[in-house]
T-cell receptor
Framework: KNEVEQSPQNLTAQEGEFITINCSYSVGISALHWLQQHPGGGIVSLFMLSSGKKKHGRLIATINIQEKHSSLHITASHPRDSAVYICAVSQGAQKLVFGQGTRLTINP | DTEVTQTPKHLVMGMTNKKSLKCEQHMGHRAMYWYKQKAKKPPELMFVYSYEKLSINESVPSRFSPECPNSSLLNLHLHALQPEDSALYLC???????????FGPGTRLTVL
């Protein structure tokens, strides 16, 4: 079993829909990261969380430390949100443990 | 300057060639990383440099040779690679003692 599990693996939705991607982890962490990767591209850090909730524009990330679970929400989704979203956890500095990623496609 | 740059963007090489990938950051970060990413897979950590010293080598084959000449620059020297080494090679950096990593755009490597 992977230390970081994401669901769903693939998600297709229509423009404007509310999107939720889930991440569960089984190890102790110092922080949880949500990352975005467009096809063929580099990785962009969206959020780093150690507790609670963060919001940036249409993106919201939450974490429940007791349940070892985090969610990434996208409101009013748009085709430009189509990308792979990766959950990763830090165990101390320097090492990230990555989930397998969620491939999101938003159709116009 | 708030980004990590990588050159070249694309590289095609034969199995007998020697080439190098370059990564640069001017954010004063003291940790730098090399990752390898195969299609539809998450990145795999290869090397970590901390204060210009190699601190983590994830049992990477010796045909990959990292080098950190100064705190802003990270190289990955490639020699006698195999076709299965074809992948996206990502560089990242992070501030001292911090969890967050800043990624470059990657070099897409094809080994023929």
């Amino acid at each position: 079993k992977n230390e970081v599990e994401q669901s769903p693996q693939n998600l297709t939705a229509q423009e404007g829909e509310f999107i939720t991607i889930n991440c569960s982890y089984s190890v102790g962490i110092s922080a949880l990261h949500w990352l975005q990767q467009h096809p063929g591209g580099g990785i962009v850090s969206l959020f780093m969380l150690s507790s609670g909730k963060k919001k940036h524009g249409r993106l919201i990330a939450t974490i429940n430390i007791q349940e070892k679970h985090s969610s990434l929400h996208i409101t009013a989704s748009h085709p430009r949100d189509s990308a792979v979203y990766i959950c990763a956890v830090s165990q101390g500095a320097q090492k990230l443990v990555f989930g397998q990623g969620t491939r999101l496609t938003i159709n116009p | 300057d708030t980004e990590v740059t990588q050159t070249p963007k694309h590289l095609v090489m034969g199995m007998t060639n020697k080439k190098s990938l370059k990564c640069e950051q001017h954010m004063g970060h003291r940790a730098m990383y090399w990752y390898k990413q195969k299609a539809k897979k998450p990145p795999e950590l290869m090397f970590v440099y901390s204060y210009e010293k190699l601190s983590i080598n994830e049992s990477v084959p010796s045909r990959f040779s990292p080098e950190c000449p100064n705190s802003s620059l990270l190289n990955l020297h490639l020699h006698a690679l195999q076709p299965e080494d074809s992948a996206l090679y990502l560089c990242a950096s992070s501030p001292r003692g911090a969890n967050e990593q800043f990624f470059g755009p990657g070099t897409r490597l094809t080994v023929l």
